[in-house]
């Protein structure tokens, strides 16, 4: 049986703003309703290994959300980040900043990590992705194109990898493309069809 008709007889919340991850899991085909807009103060320990991060955000997120689960809900939530060398790069406070962080990527190597964790009232689930992704040198000229164009602001790493800058920017990657949009979508169809048959 196909994932999507398991799913009937449940309701599959997403608890996401980024219309990039509503798109996702549209394309796969996996019905979904998206979630109640809520707060979650995205905090984590200082000493938590930066690749850590996006797992532990999943889970507040999680656990913050403010409506008790019916039988048949599954609450799915996630974060993304970009690392590089070993510090989390989030989402930039402004052009400035965002122009900071792509000079850094600049002719690197990061890695993009997604944590997503999957609730009922009974259970929770989380899990990883990761992918390593190369950027060529950029030139100031191209890092101050992108940022005025496209406004990356709610981007960690101030970047998408859907946008201009994939297309021209970035050399290779080693993993899923679709987690450095901000969803593993392949690992979380796998994922959600074996925690449905547990």
Request: charged share 30%; net charge negative.
């Amino acid at each position: 049986m196909l994932l999507h008709d398991k799913l009937k007889d449940y309701r599959l919340l997403l608890a996401s703003q980024s219309p990039r991850r509503r798109e996702l899991i549209a394309g796969c085909g996996l019905p979904c309703e998206l979630a109640p807009k809520y707060d979650c103060e995205e905090i984590y320990p200082e000493d938590l290994a930066a690749e850590e991060v996006p797992l532990f955000l999943s889970q507040l997120k999680s656990r913050a959300f403010p409506t008790p689960l019916a039988a048949n809900d599954i609450l799915l939530t996630a974060d993304t980040v970009v690392v590089l060398d070993g510090e989390v790069l989030g989402k930039p406070r402004d052009r400035e900043d965002a122009l900071r962080m792509l000079r850094r990527l600049s002719g690197r190597r990061h890695t993009v990590v997604s944590g997503v964790t999957f609730r009922t009232p009974q259970r929770m689930h989380t899990f990883e992705a990761r992918t390593s992704v190369w950027f060529r040198t950029l030139t100031d000229e191209e890092t101050a194109y992108y940022v005025d164009t496209f406004r990356p602001f709610d981007k960690a790493g101030a970047y998408g990898i859907q946008e201009w800058i994939g297309y021209a920017a970035i050399e290779r990657i080693e993993g899923s493309f679709y987690n450095v949009m901000g969803l593993p979508i392949q690992k979380l169809y796998t994922e959600l069809d074996k925690f449905l048959t547990r």
